[in-house]
Nanobody, 123 residues
Framework: VQLQASGGGLVQTGESLRLSCLVFGGTFSNYGMGWFRQAPGKERVLVATISASGREVYGGDSVAGRFTLSRDNAKNTMYLEVSSLKPEDTAVYYC?????????????????WGQGTQVTVSS
């Protein structure tokens, strides 16, 4: 199973960004999915997660009220949109596939990682 993240880049404070994660191999509709992020010198933390069916979604405090997480099981793709971006959102964002169809809440729940995409928010 391979995960390909895309959509990162340099944005201004207050703007929005949409990240995509395309999954190759495996059966995408069997995996809970999610995004983690890692800022320089900090631990990798969960941003948001979605169940295999797409019916359950959870977002961490860092993006509360500012995110939309969705998936298209016909296209093997997950999408994360974050609005009202802040400089503290600057990080490498990693997409991840879970070991189960359920939501994730920690790195130990991850079966497969994508390569990461850099998001930089300038002030």
């Amino acid at each position: 199973v391979q995960l390909q993240a895309s959509g990162g880049g340099l944005v201004q404070t207050g703007e929005s960004l949409r990240l995509s994660c395309l999954v190759f191999g495996g059966t995408f509709s069997n995996y809970g999915m999610g995004w983690f992020r890692q800022a320089p010198g900090k631990e990798r933390v969960l941003v948001a997660t979605i169940s295999a069916s797409g019916r359950e979604v959870y977002g961490g405090d860092s993006v509360a009220g500012r995110f939309t997480l969705s998936r298209d099981n016909a296209k093997n793709t997950m999408y994360l949109e974050v609005s009202s971006l802040k400089p503290e959102d600057t990080a490498v964002y990693y997409c991840a596939a879970a070991r189960t169809p359920h939501l994730m809440d920690r790195q130990a729940d991850v079966a497969y990682w994508g390569q990461g995409t850099q998001v930089t928010v300038s002030s």
